[in-house]
């Protein structure tokens, strides 16, 4: 019996190819009506990246006149692939400016419930990052471990 692997991008792509218009018809009513543009264009990007179907370069080497075809890529942050080269890319520019010390990196996600109003107030994130931001340094600023270290907190 033959076992077909497939790439975790394909697989994404295969879902949404699936499943978009299912969710557009049901789901995407439901978010505020300035992110449906947004969504629908990161989708087809998505979908069309690194298909030649939507446009390639072609190069010929000079000197075994080979031709080379490469698709283009969606270069969305959303993508498995170009992702990637997005996130390396970035710690690439901003590896000098961090230093090499030891650290605790804290994620704190939001319920599916409270999404759907930040969605509808998008200002009030802000106030929760804040808040959030300030708990995180009372939390450390009570810590016996404290030992006045420097609190920083990215979003």
Known sequence: MKTNYLSSESIIKQILNDHFKT???????????HYHSLIRANVISFLGCKDIRVGFASYICTHCQNS??????????L????GA????????SNSNTLIECIHRH??????KEFRLFIFKHPKCFFFI?????KTIHEIF???????????KTLF
């Open 79 to 82: 993508c498995s692939s170009c």
């Open 129 to 133: 990052f804040n808040a959030i931001s």
């Open 68 to 77: 080379h075809i490469i698709p283009y890529t969606c270069k969305s942050n």
């Open 85 to 92: 080269s997005y996130a390396q890319n970035w710690v690439s």
């Open 23 to 33: 969710f557009e018809w049901e789901e995407l009513h439901k978010l505020p009506l």
């Open 141 to 151: 600023f009570h810590c016996k471990n404290y030992n006045g270290a420097e609190v």
């Open 106 to 111: 804290v994620v704190f996600t939001i319920s």
